[in-house]
């Protein structure tokens, strides 16, 4: 439902920016590819030097792993807010990203040397896995801009960011993981210490 004050600003004409972070919690050995796919989409990401339309086919590989991997979900949050000025939606994604990395063992890109097949098999699996998407979007996304700490609601908000990829409303794009690379392992307690806000699914 629109405020007053989204109303007077489309009235207005102004843009809208919408927000937002997914965290994911996936668990079981099962899950390590995924640290693959994330870690190949961060190498492209960086060798493209920001380029947003490779951020964005990245995102969707991702979105599309995850969604695949739904038996395998443990808990989920997110968070986000609406801005008419694009400033303060950047001020907000730069504050979002600082908090991501932050997070324990979390990167958006390692250069480790050596082939992730080489790693899987030298090292040792973790079983928990959190994944933390920022977008930045013009226009609304409902699907986004609600509670999405249940199975149904979260597999509509991964499908959202895919949409807003192909629509090109995509403004910002962050990924963040932990841990970031095979031989790293995240325990229940630093799952519980580095991810309060997690909700069982």
Request: net charge negative; proline share 4%; hydrophobic share 40%.
């Amino acid at each position: 439902m629109s405020s007053w004050g989204d109303r007077f600003n489309q009235l207005s004409g102004k843009t809208r920016f919408v927000v937002a972070r997914l965290f994911l919690h996936l668990a079981g050995a099962e899950v390590a590819p995924l640290l693959g796919v994330l870690n190949r989409a961060a190498r492209e990401a960086v060798e493209s030097d920001g380029d947003l339309n490779i951020l964005g086919e990245g995102l969707v590989e991702i979105c599309e792993n995850l969604l695949q991997y739904d038996t395998y979900w443990q808990s989920a949050a997110n968070e986000g807010d609406v801005f008419w000025k694009e400033g303060e939606a950047g001020d907000y994604v730069n504050e979002l990203f600082t908090d991501s990395a932050q997070r324990y063992l979390s990167e958006p890109f390692s250069s480790e040397a050596g082939s992730e097949q080489d790693q899987l098999l030298s090292l040792p699996i973790t079983r928990n896995l959190v994944v933390m998407i920022t977008v930045a979007a013009e226009g609304e996304e409902p699907k986004l801009e609600t509670d999405l700490s249940n199975i149904p609601a979260f597999k509509a908000g991964l499908k959202a960011l895919i949409n807003l990829h192909y629509q090109r409303r995509l403004r910002a794009i962050q990924v963040h993981y932990s841990p970031a690379q095979f031989g790293d392992e995240l325990t229940n307690d630093q799952l519980l210490t580095n991810f309060p806000e997690l909700i069982p699914l």
